[in-house]
């Protein structure tokens, strides 16, 4: 997997929002959508921050900006502070011209007996359109990518996953504890993110070296989801030196 090493999380953001905004600027010059998967967590924040800075002072459009969240919790209502739903609108969505039409997060108040049908409504969705132009990771430090979590195979579809309890861990400060974390969510499979046609993971403090290192130079197996990405034609790491310091 190339891997990108910057010195630190901002100039990487800065590398990847660029590349966003490219994207961005080249479809819009063809007249097309720009289908983009977005991801939630602290991995990006500073990405979604200048793509932010950019639509105020560079004119940077999402007019023609298509999006497809990977995840969402569940149960989750999307107004809810917790929910992803909430996380992206603060982000980015209402900081942008993206039109509220134009862009999707799993549904976290689905009924469990329609849940298997709006999954695959979901991903129906994202082909419609014409399919993922670029996918933005963030990595668990379980390897999970959204929120397929160690087990998941490489052809598993959009879901409803339990979240493992290092994931859990990880969310209990944001939740104000453990116990108010959600048990499971709703993730984009490993096959629909496989699909899209450019993919970059961004990885950023010594907590992710290992994981990265296991994803990068390690075997393709399901205890770390993201060496999944290994069999992509065009995915990158990004990543800091402390999240490259295990690489060899
Ligand atoms: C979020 C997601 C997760 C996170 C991962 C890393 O939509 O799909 O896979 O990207 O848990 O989270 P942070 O960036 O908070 O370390």
């Given at each position: 997997?190339?891997?990108?090493?910057?010195?630190?999380?901002?100039?990487?953001?800065?590398?990847?929002?660029?590349?966003?905004?490219?994207?961005?600027?080249?479809?819009?010059?063809?007249?097309?959508?720009?289908?983009?998967?977005?991801?939630?967590?602290?991995?990006?924040?500073?990405?979604?921050?200048?793509?932010?800075?950019?639509?105020?002072?560079?004119?940077?459009?999402?007019?023609?900006?298509?999006?497809f969240?990977?995840?969402?919790?569940?149960?989750?209502?999307?107004?809810?502070?917790?929910?992803?739903?909430?996380?992206?609108?603060?982000?980015?969505?209402?900081?942008?011209?993206?039109?509220?039409?134009?862009?999707?997060?799993?549904?976290?108040?689905?009924?469990?007996?329609?849940?298997?049908?709006?999954?695959?409504?979901?991903e129906?969705k994202i082909n419609?359109?014409?399919?993922l132009?670029?996918?933005?990771?963030?990595?668990?430090?379980?390897?999970?990518?959204?929120?397929?979590?160690?087990?998941?195979?490489?052809?598993?579809?959009?879901?409803?996953?339990?979240?493992?309890?290092?994931?859990?861990?990880?969310?209990?400060?944001?939740?104000?504890?453990?116990?108010?974390?959600?048990?499971?969510?709703?993730?984009?499979?490993?096959?629909?993110?496989?699909?899209?046609?450019?993919?970059?993971?961004?990885?950023?403090?010594?907590?992710?070296?290992?994981?990265?290192?296991?994803?990068?130079?390690?075997?393709?197996?399901?205890?770390?989801?993201?060496?999944?990405?290994?069999?992509?034609?065009?995915?990158?790491?990004?990543?800091?030196?402390?999240?490259?310091?295990?690489?060899?």
């Amino acid at each position: 997997i190339p891997t990108q090493i910057f010195a630190d999380s901002k100039e990487a953001s800065n590398a990847v929002a660029r590349e966003i905004a490219d994207l961005i600027r080249q479809k819009q010059k063809e007249g097309k959508k720009c289908v983009l998967g977005l991801a939630t967590g602290s991995s990006p924040k500073t990405v979604y921050a200048i793509l932010v800075r950019m639509h105020k002072e560079e004119g940077l459009s999402f007019k023609n900006v298509i999006s497809f969240n990977l995840d969402e919790y569940y149960q989750m209502e999307p107004d809810s502070i917790y929910s992803y739903h909430r996380f992206m609108k603060e982000q980015l969505f209402d900081h942008v011209d993206i039109a509220k039409e134009n862009y999707f997060l799993p549904d976290g108040t689905v009924p469990p007996a329609l849940l298997r049908d709006y999954c695959t409504s979901y991903e129906n969705k994202i082909n419609a359109v014409g399919g993922l132009d670029f996918q933005l990771l963030g990595i668990g430090g379980n390897g999970h990518i959204g929120f397929n979590e160690p087990g998941s195979l490489i052809n598993s579809r959009t879901r409803l996953i339990t979240l493992d309890h290092s994931t859990r861990v990880a969310a209990g400060m944001e939740f104000g504890g453990l116990h108010n974390v959600p048990r499971k969510a709703i993730t984009l499979g490993v096959a629909p993110i496989l699909n899209a046609r450019r993919i970059v993971l961004l990885a950023w403090g010594e907590r992710k070296a290992s994981v990265i290192r296991g994803a990068v130079e390690g075997p393709v197996t399901e205890l770390n989801p993201a060496s999944y990405l290994q069999a992509h034609p065009d995915v990158s790491f990004v990543v800091d030196e402390s999240a490259a310091s295990e690489l060899t």
